[in-house]
Every structure is written in structure tokens, then in C-alpha cells.
């Protein structure tokens, strides 16, 4: 199947599934695998070189019809195959599953266990653009609604592009924002890919004072029936100006007048978490108004079990230390 093939029979893929992710993790230097399961599905692999032994990564997917579960197992004996063949010590795959009793069961009936580590934001928010751009409003949380008119009272302006040159400043202004809120941003040459990757199809939107300092920075990325609010940043005006909640009010209308249907803001805290690194996001986040969906988390496929048991003791202590 191609890209656009698979999109329409799996609606719920999103960039990290397509082609262009592919592209960018070749230009970063690591093999990827794309498997069509007899016109039933997908998955793009990633194989991952980390010092603790190389594995198979697949986010977002496979994409399968999950109740066909004569489909699934073929897939996953398919995918165990090729790591075996690419000498891995496991898989670890996040696919596009609420998290259910039902659908946890699913995978452990497939022999995969819970994951250490997180993949690719299990806890999310995710807004319709198929309504109406009064109902978007409506629907915000009232504070949410009223930053983003305050906003516009004081002459905040969004902008976005795609120029090597902003990227650059993004990255400047990420590794700022890091510092100050304790997370590990990517660095400008993995930017670099992913602007050249995905092409007409990333953007760095800046929102703006209305003499020209920027406020808060967002990198959107779009594919398949989805944008995603992948990486954001911001400068120290950000503590007393709503411009992230301009942003994100542009990003819809953008995404919502060129015919995307929803909107994923891309990671916020699980529920009882309040030092989870997404903690401080979450209630900004969710003001927009969408739905909090949860996946299931990311679950591993054991292949080789004596080196795969000390990944496991490692991941789980840096997942501790990072706060994930």
C-alpha cells in the first residue's frame, strides 16, 4: 500500500507512520524497514543503535486491523523475523489503541510486555477540526477562551516558516527553554532533517508583541488526516503575554481551513502525576477543549531475553530520574 492508501483505510495514522519519518531518520543516519502485511496493514521501523543494545522501534503503529486477529499474529511473527534478522534484542511498538482492559490483553496474548519507556505521547489531547471554528471556541475552558481574545487586544501576531533561518532560532530559543523546565530538546540537526524530511509540511509558527519580540514558539507538523503540535519553545515574555495561547488558536484555523480533522497538542501528564515532565503543559493543553485520550503504552516484543532483562533494569532507573 502507499502512503495515501494507507491513510485511507487507517485513518488514525499520523506523520510518525509515514514516509517523510522514514526520510528523516535515514538523513539521521538509522536504517528503516517498511512492511506492507499483504495489503492488511503497515509499519514503519526504525532500528535504534542505543549503547544498551540495538532494538526495533515501531511508534504509532503497526497499522492493523486489531481485531483481526489471525492478521496480527502473522504481522507480529513478521516483525519478530526481521529483528531477529537485524540482530535486535527486542521491538518496541506504541500502536494507535485506546487503553483498555481489552486492548492490553490483545497485545499480551501477542507475548509483548509492558514497556519501560514511553513512545510517542500516550497521554494526549486531541481536538475535532471538523466543527465549527465559534464551537473550537466554545468549547475552550472559559480562562482558555479569554486568554485568546486577550491576545488579540494586545495586538499579538502569529506568523509561520519554513526557512532554515528560523529553525536555527528555534533551536536557539528550545535549548532555553530547556534549561529553565528540565527536558532534553532535539538538536539542530535532527531539526534540519525534519525540515527537510516533511518539506511543505512543517512549520516553526512564532507568536509575536506587537513590536516584533517574539513570545512563544510551536513546530507543527501535518500528515495523514492530522497536525500535531510536536515541539514548542518560549522566551521569558511568555510569563506575562498569551502568545502560545495565539499560537495554538492559529494552528487550528490553519489546520482546520486546509482540511485536516484533528489536532493532537501532543503529550500531557497522566492523571495522578503532578511531577511527571508534562505536568506543567497539561492544564494549558487542556483548556483547548478536546479530547484526553490515552493509548495504551508502549509494550516490547522480547527477542533475545538474558540482554533484553538489563535494558530493562536501565530504562526503568532513567525513566525514574527523567520523570516520564
Known sequence: MNW?????????????????????????????????????????????????????????????????????????????????????????????????????????????????????????????????????????????????????????????????????????????????????????KTLMAEREAFGDNIAIYVAKTDDDKPIAYGMIIKDGKEGDYYEAASTDLHRKMPGAYALLWQAMKDLKAEGYERFNLWGIAPPGQPNHRYAGVTTFKTGFGGEVVEYVPAHDLVIAKMRYAADFAFETLRKKRRKL
Do not use: W
Open 4 to 188: 495515501q492508501e494507507v491513510i485511507k483505510k487507517f485513518p488514525e495514522a499520523n506523520f510518525l507512520q509515514s514516509p517523510a519519518y522514514g526520510k528523516m531518520n535515514e538523513l539521521l543516519g538509522a536504517k528503516v524497514i517498511e512492511e506492507d502485511f499483504g495489503g492488511k496493514g503497515r509499519a514503519l521501523m526504525i532500528v535504534r543503535d542505543a549503547k544498551r543494545g540495538r532494538y526495533l522501534e515501531i511508534p504509532c503503529g503497526p497499522l492493523l486491523d486489531y481485531k483481526d486477529k489471525k492478521t496480527i499474529k502473522a504481522a507480529f511473527e513478521k516483525i519478530a523475523e526481521i529483528a531477529k534478522k537485524e540482530k535486535c534484542v527486542f521491538v518496541r511498538v506504541r500502536p494507535q489503541l485506546i487503553n483498555t482492559p481489552e486492548n492490553l490483553q490483545l497485545l499480551a496474548d501477542l507475548g509483548l510486555k509492558k514497556s519501560p519507556m514511553h513512545l510517542a505521547a500516550e497521554h494526549t489531547v486531541i481536538i475535532d477540526l471538523t466543527k465549527p471554528e465559534d464551537e473550537l471556541l466554545a468549547n475552550m475552558r472559559r480562562q482558555t477562551r479569554y486568554e485568546v481574545r486577550r491576545a488579540g487586544k494586545q495586538g499579538i501576531t502569529v506568523e509561520k516558516s519554513q526557512s532554515e533561518e528560523i529553525f536555527k532560532e528555534f533551536r536557539k530559543v528550545q535549548a532555553e527553554t530547556a534549561k529553565r523546565q528540565g527536558f532534553v530538546p532535539p538538536n539542530l
